[in-house]
């Protein structure tokens, strides 16, 4: 673990707590990162539940969380650690490349999003690069989430009722179709065919 200038000159390294149920996953990580003479990694978790009580004892500057975990998700660690630290910088590390996960991260007010298959040197600039405070998010995936959020807050307007007060079966109707008025019989027409009520009928010979 090195304890030399942090990227930038401000005397104190980057440190840095990991979020990942991969042990292998976090060693190698941890190792990556601690190599870096600006860069520390103060503490690991492996659950949400363990995340959500050492980050806050830890004060790290960045948290690299995976996104998929066995009792939860980095998404929601995010949100609620940033609830209560808001200097926080968020990056999430997972294995998919998943829009809706970049959607719920960008809500979450995760800084940056990046896919573990990373090559190791990227990882330890973007690392760098949100604890400076700007975003590592992709323009173009940005800009189609924020276009899904617009069109998803245009509800299509619904169609007027042309019949309203009248109940279900009164509508189903036959002859009715959609923007007409169902065919119904004139009052007090008779049916063709049906004997008029009072009078009888007569038969030949009788």
């Not at 998929?68 to 995010?78: A, E, I, M, S, Y």
């Not at 490349?97 to 991260?105: K, M, P, Q, V, W």
């Not at 617009?150 to 959609?178: F, H, K, M, S």
Request: aromatic letters at 2%; a negative charge; charged letters at 25%.
């Amino acid at each position: 673990m090195a304890h030399s200038e942090q990227d930038g000159g401000t005397g104190s390294p980057i440190k840095v707590f990991l979020l990942d149920d991969h042990e292998v996953v976090r060693r190698g990580v941890h190792d990556l990162l601690d190599d870096e003479p600006d860069i520390t990694v103060v503490g690991e978790a492996a659950t949400v539940e363990q995340a959500l009580v050492r980050v806050p004892a830890l004060r790290p500057d960045v948290a690299v969380l995976d996104v998929r975990l066995p009792d939860g998700d980095g998404v929601t660690v995010c949100r609620d650690l940033r609830s209560t630290m808001p200097d926080l910088a968020c990056l999430m590390l997972t294995s998919f490349d998943d829009e809706e996960a970049l959607l719920d991260s960008i809500m979450a007010g995760a800084a940056g999003y990046v896919l573990k298959q990373i090559q190791g040197s990227d990882l330890v600039s973007a690392v760098r690069t949100v604890a400076r405070g700007q975003s590592l998010l992709d323009a173009g995936a940005t800009a189609r989430v924020m276009a899904r959020l617009r069109n998803a807050g245009q509800q299509p307007a619904e169609e007027p009722d042309v019949l309203p007060g009248l109940t279900g079966r009164e509508r189903d109707v036959p002859g009715r179709e959609d923007g007409q008025e169902p065919h119904l019989p004139a009052a007090g027409q008779a049916r063709r065919g049906a004997p008029r009520p009072g009078r009888r009928h007569r038969h030949p010979g009788t």
